[in-house]
Each structure stands twice: as C-alpha cells, then as structure tokens.
C-alpha cells in the first residue's frame, strides 16, 4: 500500500505561509506601535484644542482595519495577504467624535 497523502512538513507552501506569517508578525507590532502614538497624539490634540483631529481618526480607523486584516491572516481565517502584499484599507465611515458624544451627553 503506497502513501500518496503529501506530509505538511514537506510541503513548500506552508513553509512560505510560515515565513509570511512572520513577516505579518513583526508589521503588527509596528502596527501597533504606530497606533499607540496615534491614541497619544489624538488625546493631546483634544485635550489642548478640545477638537479632534478628523484625519488621525480617519487614519486610525484604517490602521484599524489592517490590524485586524494582519489577525484574520495570523489565524488562518484569511488567505488574503494585508498591505503591503496588498491593497493598504480604506475608512469608509468615520467614527463618531468626541464633540458629537459631549454634545449628545449634554442634552
């Protein structure tokens, strides 16, 4: 009886999803970092204008996104490579802003 069922160590593409992971790994942890600045910069900015800064929350919505673009690949719910193998995700709704929830609790 011959074993036609091709051993997953032996196997070329899971080795490169291996290194693509790792790749995604270390962009994550920029990611990450990139969003911790983002959170600070945008917490000063409303803390000494009392007003967001409408293009960080823009930004931040999409670094996001490729966050979690980057996790669905890490766990196997995603065969889609995220940026910059692929396209880097757009914001399409803006979050609701610190003024627009001051002005709701006020009333």
């Known amino acids: 009886m011959k074993d036609e069922t091709v051993k997953s160590y032996k196997d070329k593409s899971v080795w490169m999803r291996g290194l693509y992971m790792l790749i995604f790994i270390v962009l994550l942890g920029v990611a990450k970092f ?39 690949f890490l766990t196997y719910n995603s065969e889609v490579h995220p940026y910059p193998m692929g396209e880097w995700p757009e914001a399409t709704e803006v979050a609701e802003t610190v003024e627009t929830a001051e002005t709701t609790d006020q009333k």
Do not use: H
Not at 57 to 72: A, N, P, W
């Open 34 to 72: 990139v969003g911790f600045v983002v959170i600070l910069v945008q917490f000063l900015t409303v803390l000494f204008t009392a007003e967001t800064n409408e293009k960080l929350v823009r930004f931040g919505k999409s670094l996001s996104l490729y966050q979690y673009e980057i996790m669905l």
